[in-house]
């Protein structure tokens, strides 16, 4: 999709967004949103495994 704006002043506070860019800054936030929203989740299961790799560590340290 292309968008021409030559004949707009996108900086202008009475121009309003047209459907199409709208659109793109959506799928572009969705994108990013669900980028991080990977990372994130990623970083948990991550960290959740090392707190159980040290709690069962300490468990059988103290029940031998």
């Given at each position: ?44 299961r ?18 031998p």
């Open positions: 999709m292309v968008i021409t704006t030559k004949n707009r002043d996108l900086m202008a506070p009475e121009t309003e967004p047209t459907d199409a860019e709208l659109q793109i800054v959506m799928k572009e936030a969705l994108d990013l949103a669900l980028a991080r929203k990977q990372q994130s989740d990623i970083w948990m991550r960290q959740l495994l090392e707190t159980v790799d040290q709690v069962r560590s300490a468990y059988e340290a103290a029940h």
